[in-house]
């Protein structure tokens, strides 16, 4: 992956500037960053407009999502393998051209198959921006300067999901759905220049055979736990065929996959198992897996509590929202300047606490919640999340050597999105199962032994004599029962979030006396 190494620099022309060089691949790549990690969200908002103009129903609709999200998750593990084969340079302007023609061809669509073939290709030349784009800033900086360049990458990779659904919503309701994807060719056209003219052009290295067999094996069980998990809840789960065949098939290929691995030489198999033998990578591993969880699982909960239990429209419960994004981005700047000066151990001990604190005042949240609440907790629990984002990303590669960064980076970003998806989908679950508990139990109490019914004013509403009566006490009790299912998910949120916080001590702080290694080749 870098061609030098610590001594034996090359030297650079005396009229090149490497700051400025500096300055514009970030620029660059974090454009590139940006579009990919936009399109995960601000598709969503659109879905309805789509659903109309496609003639599509409501479940066809829905694999407009999952269709980029299945690619973009089994395209991802490939970015190690394209940059030792057709060389860094040349993987990083593929995939931004073909991401960019991708969403012409999104905006373009005329009929549903055309939409979901698109996003296929969306997802799979997508895959690998953001991986290495991380990779790209660890080798143009040297590794004193790691934590600023992870607070530059976790905000680029932050900054989508904040302004997908705010952006989306916009251009959907001033021009159309179709704007939604064409806001791409503008910036895919930048970053595309931007890496061209300024990062330099390495040569493959070609050390790593293609494993086809194993790369079948793990597209496969990625892609079926994906499916799992995002038609899961529609599907009832396991009381569904298709459900039982996406678990069967994920069971089947991941056991292959380990077994064919775990049998073949180093370097010869899909997956360089030597990643799993550094103990820093495999921590961070495991802490990136149990953010993702937290972070988006929370992000898809809160707005639809706000819109669902206390009447929010959807751009108040939008505003309301958005500081969340900006105390993380605020925090990212801060513990950039950080990390490196401070344990890391502590760093991310601070940060969980934070993010553990706002989850347990959402656990508090009662249905009189009011604006100004939601807006002080969303700050605090950005804070504490971009306390852990920073210094966790400069941890888990500081003990990794540059030449396995883009697979690192790869599986890195692999894992944050399953353990996204798989929050997404615990909670959501957890949130209907719940509220159907609840309901059951507080119905329980609803009798006409129960002398609160026999109160004038109460009586007077949920007056059980009539059918509107039982229909508007109904009503209260789904809402009370919904509210107690969202304070469950909290809870349990916010308990994992304190369990992780003992396996800080897995965490190795990198020696201060390491050598310094910089990718020159990188910079032109």
């Given at each position: 992956?870098?061609?030098?190494?610590?001594?034996?620099?090359?030297?650079?022309?005396?009229?090149?500037?490497?700051?400025?060089?500096?300055?514009?691949i970030?620029?660059?790549?974090?454009?590139?960053?940006i579009?990919?990690?936009?399109?995960?969200?601000?598709?969503?908002?659109?879905?309805p407009?789509?659903?109309g103009?496609?003639?599509?129903?409501?479940?066809?609709?829905?694999?407009?999502?999952t269709s980029?999200?299945?690619?973009?998750a089994?395209a991802?593990?490939?970015t190690?393998?394209?940059?030792?084969?057709?060389?860094q340079?040349?993987?990083?302007l593929?995939?931004?051209?073909?991401?960019?023609?991708?969403?012409?061809?999104?905006?373009?669509?005329g009929?549903?198959?055309?939409?979901?073939?698109?996003?296929?290709?969306?997802?799979?030349?997508?895959?690998?921006l953001?991986?290495l784009?991380q990779?790209?800033?660890?080798?143009i900086n040297?590794?004193?300067?790691?934590?600023s360049a992870?607070?530059?990458?976790?905000?680029?990779?932050?900054?989508?999901?904040?302004?997908g659904?705010?952006?989306?919503?916009?251009?959907?309701?001033s021009?159309?759905w179709?704007?939604?994807?064409f806001?791409?060719?503008p910036i895919g056209?930048m970053a595309?220049y931007?890496?061209?003219?300024?990062?330099?052009k390495?040569?493959?290295?070609?050390?790593?055979?293609?494993?086809?067999f194993?790369?079948a094996?793990?597209?496969?069980s990625?892609?079926?736990l994906?499916?799992l998990?995002?038609?899961?809840?529609q599907?009832d789960?396991?009381?569904?065929?298709?459900?039982?065949i996406?678990?069967i098939?994920?069971?089947?290929s991941?056991?292959?996959?380990v077994?064919?691995?775990?049998?073949?030489?180093a370097g010869?198999?899909?997956?360089?198992?030597r990643l799993?033998?550094?103990?820093?990578?495999?921590?961070?591993?495991?802490?990136?897996?149990?953010?993702?969880?937290?972070l988006?699982?929370?992000?898809?909960l809160?707005?639809?509590?706000?819109?669902?239990?206390?009447?929010?429209?959807?751009?108040?419960a939008?505003?309301?929202?958005?500081p969340?994004?900006?105390?993380?981005?605020?925090?990212?700047?801060?513990?950039?300047?950080?990390?490196?000066?401070?344990?890391?151990?502590?760093?991310?001990?601070?940060?969980?606490?934070i993010?553990?604190f706002s989850?347990w005042q959402m656990a508090?949240?009662?249905?009189?919640?009011?604006?100004k609440?939601?807006?002080?907790n969303g700050?605090?629990?950005?804070?504490?999340?971009?306390?852990?984002f920073?210094?966790?990303?400069?941890?888990?590669?500081a003990?990794?050597s540059?030449?396995?960064?883009a697979?690192?980076t790869?599986?890195?970003s692999?894992?944050?999105?399953?353990?996204?998806?798989?929050?997404?989908?615990?909670?959501?679950t957890?949130?209907?199962r719940?509220t159907?508990?609840?309901?059951a139990?507080?119905?329980?109490?609803?009798?006409?032994?129960n002398?609160?019914l026999?109160d004038?004013?109460i009586?007077?509403?949920y007056?059980?004599?009539t059918?509107?009566?039982?229909a508007a006490?109904?009503?209260e009790?789904?809402?009370?029962?919904?509210?107690?299912?969202?304070?469950d998910?909290?809870?349990?949120?916010m308990?994992l979030?304190i369990?992780?916080?003992?396996l800080?001590?897995?965490i190795?702080?990198p020696?201060?006396?390491?050598?310094?290694?910089v990718?020159?080749a990188?910079?032109?």
């Amino acid at each position: 992956m870098s061609s030098a190494t610590a001594g034996a620099t090359p030297a650079l022309p005396a009229s090149q500037d490497p700051s400025l060089n500096r300055r514009m691949i970030t620029i660059s790549i974090m454009l590139a960053t940006i579009i990919q990690a936009l399109d995960g969200t601000i598709a969503n908002v659109a879905l309805p407009h789509m659903q109309g103009s496609l003639s599509a129903s409501q479940d066809q609709i829905t694999w407009v999502l999952t269709s980029f999200i299945v690619a973009a998750a089994i395209a991802t593990p490939l970015t190690g393998w394209l940059c030792d084969r057709f060389g860094q340079k040349n993987t990083f302007l593929v995939s931004v051209a073909g991401f960019t023609l991708a969403s012409v061809l999104c905006g373009l669509s005329g009929t549903l198959s055309e939409i979901v073939a698109a996003r296929l290709l969306q997802g799979v030349f997508g895959a690998a921006l953001v991986p290495l784009s991380q990779a790209v800033l660890l080798d143009i900086n040297p590794r004193e300067k790691h934590g600023s360049a992870m607070a530059i990458w976790g905000m680029g990779v932050m900054i989508g999901p904040i302004l997908g659904p705010t952006l989306g919503g916009w251009l959907t309701d001033s021009y159309s759905w179709r704007w939604v994807f064409f806001i791409n060719i503008p910036i895919g056209a930048m970053a595309f220049y931007g890496i061209w003219r300024y990062i330099r052009k390495d040569p493959p290295n070609r050390r790593m055979n293609f494993d086809m067999f194993g790369f079948a094996t793990l597209s496969l069980s990625i892609g079926a736990l994906q499916m799992l998990l995002d038609r899961g809840e529609q599907n009832d789960w396991f009381s569904s065929t298709e459900t039982w065949i996406e678990a069967i098939v994920l069971a089947m290929s991941l056991c292959y996959f380990v077994a064919h691995t775990a049998l073949r030489p180093a370097g010869k198999s899909f997956l360089d198992y030597r990643l799993l033998k550094n103990s820093n990578y495999v921590s961070g591993l495991l802490f990136i897996f149990i953010v993702g969880m937290v972070l988006f699982a929370t992000r898809a909960l809160t707005p639809s509590m706000l819109q669902g239990l206390m009447n929010y429209p959807a751009a108040i419960a939008g505003l309301v929202t958005a500081p969340s994004g900006l105390g993380t981005m605020l925090a990212m700047l801060i513990v950039g300047r950080l990390t490196g000066r401070i344990d890391t151990r502590i760093l991310l001990g601070v940060g969980f606490s934070i993010t553990a604190f706002s989850l347990w005042q959402m656990a508090n949240f009662t249905l009189d919640l009011v604006p100004k609440t939601v807006v002080w907790n969303g700050i605090i629990q950005g804070i504490g999340l971009g306390l852990v984002f920073v210094p966790l990303s400069a941890a888990t590669f500081a003990t990794l050597s540059p030449q396995m960064r883009a697979e690192g980076t790869a599986i890195y970003s692999l894992v944050r999105n399953i353990g996204s998806s798989i929050g997404i989908a615990l909670v959501q679950t957890l949130l209907v199962r719940n509220t159907q508990i609840a309901h059951a139990s507080l119905t329980e109490h609803v009798n006409i032994a129960n002398p609160a019914l026999h109160d004038p004013a109460i009586a007077g509403v949920y007056n059980l004599g009539t059918a509107s009566g039982m229909a508007a006490l109904n009503g209260e009790i789904t809402r009370q029962a919904s509210m107690i299912a969202y304070l469950d998910d909290f809870w349990l949120m916010m308990w994992l979030t304190i369990l992780v916080l003992p396996l800080l001590l897995l965490i190795k702080p990198p020696k201060k006396n390491a050598p310094v290694v910089v990718d020159h080749a990188a910079m032109e």
